[in-house]
């Protein structure tokens, strides 16, 4: 194994209720209350663009798309920051696997979420190698690192977290679609 791609939310960090919990403060500091319309489960795994787009085209709310965006934002960091809701033995996994291998990060949360979540304190203060776009993902990872995809393992998405499916010592091998 030369390199292994983490998918951030679901596999690292139980992130989901989190970002909905900020979504739903955020509607209610600009007075929408529970009456905003929009079935946050629809948005799991999709840009916070997204809802927020939707969200905008039903209500034309005074606040531009930029402000909701970044109201948002600095609500789900605040959340994480104070929770650090990393799954149960991720942080052991991943300080094993630093030593070991390159780690990489699929996520379509911002950068600045990716960063309040992970583990960086088990691996001597690094980040994995990140691409600087938001909607980032294994294969896209893989092309611009110098591994073949054939020759990295991903952890993939779990909506209930990995200790619920496979072993996250025993990675599966990563294929590209």
């Given at each position: 194994?030369?390199?292994?791609?983490?998918?951030?939310?679901?596999?690292?960090?139980?992130?989901?209720?989190?970002?909905?919990?900020?979504?739903?403060?955020?509607?209610?500091a600009i007075g929408y209350g529970e009456n905003h319309g929009l079935r946050f489960a629809d948005y799991v795994g999709r840009a916070d663009r997204e809802l927020w787009l939707d969200f905008v085209a039903k209500h034309q709310p005074p606040q531009a798309l930029a402000e909701l965006l970044a109201m948002k934002r600095e609500r789900v960091l605040e959340i994480l920051r104070r929770e650090q809701p990393l799954f149960e033995g991720l942080p052991a996994l991943v300080e094993k696997l630093a030593a070991r291998c390159p780690l990489g990060l699929a996520s379509g949360s911002e950068r600045a979420s990716s960063r309040a979540s992970w583990p960086s304190e088990t691996c001597g203060g690094s980040s994995p190698r990140r691409s600087a776009?938001?909607?980032?993902?294994?294969?896209?990872r893989t092309r611009r690192s110098s591994f073949a995809p054939q020759s990295c393992s991903k952890l993939p998405r779990r909506t209930v977290g990995p200790s619920k499916t496979r072993s996250p010592e025993s990675p599966r091998p990563w294929r590209p679609a």
């Amino acid at each position: 194994m030369k390199a292994v791609i983490f998918d951030m939310d679901g596999v690292i960090v139980d992130s989901e209720p989190r970002h909905e919990r900020a979504f739903l403060e955020v509607v209610r500091a600009i007075g929408y209350g529970e009456n905003h319309g929009l079935r946050f489960a629809d948005y799991v795994g999709r840009a916070d663009r997204e809802l927020w787009l939707d969200f905008v085209a039903k209500h034309q709310p005074p606040q531009a798309l930029a402000e909701l965006l970044a109201m948002k934002r600095e609500r789900v960091l605040e959340i994480l920051r104070r929770e650090q809701p990393l799954f149960e033995g991720l942080p052991a996994l991943v300080e094993k696997l630093a030593a070991r291998c390159p780690l990489g990060l699929a996520s379509g949360s911002e950068r600045a979420s990716s960063r309040a979540s992970w583990p960086s304190e088990t691996c001597g203060g690094s980040s994995p190698r990140r691409s600087a776009d938001r909607t980032s993902n294994a294969a896209s990872r893989t092309r611009r690192s110098s591994f073949a995809p054939q020759s990295c393992s991903k952890l993939p998405r779990r909506t209930v977290g990995p200790s619920k499916t496979r072993s996250p010592e025993s990675p599966r091998p990563w294929r590209p679609a």
